[in-house]
């Protein structure tokens, strides 16, 4: 199954490939003040693979928060938080703002998260275990 999002404005798309049921996701609403002042709830599948296009990378703003391992991928165009990324190992790992997939009615209710109490190391440890792992981007 492939699910789809994206911002609001069309610059950003993505496509998730996943064997889980949509209704198996259960989205982690962060208690950090980045994620709470734009509603985020974050799903993964680590199984899955994850393609993200971006039209026009200068509407791409990356923002680190945080620990600054991480990057929360906005559109400049519309303000959409789609997406965060990290590189660990050589690896990219993505998780998914689920409140911008096509299918967010189908979730799970968001389930409270606080990453925040955790060292940066305890972060990266937990991502590589439950963010995405097979991760492509393609600009243009």
């Not at 950003?12 to 490939?17: C, F, K, P, Q, T």
């Not at 998780?95 to 190391?121: C, G, H, T, W, Y």
């Not at 590589?128 to 600009?139: N, Y």
Request: hydrophobic share 40%; glycine share 8%; aromatic share 8%.
């Amino acid at each position: 199954m492939v699910l789809h999002g994206g911002c609001r404005c069309g610059n950003i798309h993505l496509a998730l490939s996943t064997d889980r049921e949509v209704a198996a996701f259960t989205p982690r609403a962060c208690d950090c003040d980045f994620c709470m002042e734009r509603g985020a709830a974050w799903m993964s599948d680590p199984a899955g693979s994850l393609h993200l296009q971006v039209k026009d990378q200068s509407a791409l703003d990356l923002q680190r928060q945080g620990s600054e391992s991480a990057d929360f991928w906005v559109c400049r165009a519309c303000g959409t938080l789609v997406c965060v990324t990290t590189e660990l190992g050589g690896k990219r790992y993505a998780a998914l703002n689920a409140q911008i997939m096509a299918d967010r009615d189908a979730f799970q209710a968001a389930v409270p998260a606080s990453p925040k109490r955790l060292a940066a190391e305890e972060k990266q440890a937990r991502w590589t275990k439950l963010w995405i792992g097979r991760v492509s981007v393609r600009f243009g």
